[in-house]
């Protein structure tokens, strides 16, 4: 586990901030991170990564904001199970759980996963977006499964998005057509 304490946050970040009131968080968040990896961001919307360490290993950073009952934490497109079909590509997560009172940010817990111990399920947007599964409130986690077993997992869950995908769209079909 890389839960840490108040005096031993990794990734250079530290326990609390002060940021603008209206300033988005997460995104500062996020920058603080690619900073400390000396990552120039080349696109708004990266597609499985928000840091390159290389060609074949991302770094995603997911934030919770715990004032907050909205969370953002997609993990990213689902598409993303052709480019973790080479067993040498790696996707790890870096989740930053925190508060913010009108600026006044206070970093709660970090914790880093690769993508085979998340638990996550796929949802209803463009071609499916890998979301992780919660439970009051909080990511769930599981122990490391094998990348064999992601991809057999991924398979069977998103056959099972396709189907409700195609049963949603006989529907419209029905009643609009």
Not at 49 to 61: L, M, R
């Amino acid at each position: 586990m890389d839960e840490h304490t108040y005096h031993d946050l990794p990734y250079g970040l530290k326990k609390t901030y002060k940021i603008t009131p209206n300033a988005e968080a997460a995104e500062f968040l996020q920058a603080e991170v690619q900073e400390f990896f000396g990552y120039k961001s080349k696109s708004k919307r990266e597609k499985y990564a928000d840091i390159w360490i290389n060609e074949n290993y991302g770094i995603n950073v997911k934030t919770d904001n715990l004032n907050s009952q909205q969370n953002k934490g997609r993990l990213c497109t689902a598409e993303v199970n052709q480019w973790l079909k080479n067993e040498n590509n790696k996707l790890s997560f870096i989740f930053i759980e925190y508060t913010n009172d009108n600026g006044d940010l206070e970093i709660q817990s970090v914790q880093t996963r690769n993508i085979e111990e998340v638990e996550y399920e796929i949802s209803n947007q463009g071609k499916g977006l890998l979301q992780p599964k919660r439970y009051r409130n909080k990511v769930v986690f599981r122990s490391t499964i094998s990348r064999s077993e992601w991809m057999e997992e991924f398979k069977i869950k998103y056959a099972d998005f396709i189907d409700k995908q195609i049963k949603r769209f006989e529907e419209k079909k029905k009643h609009w057509c």
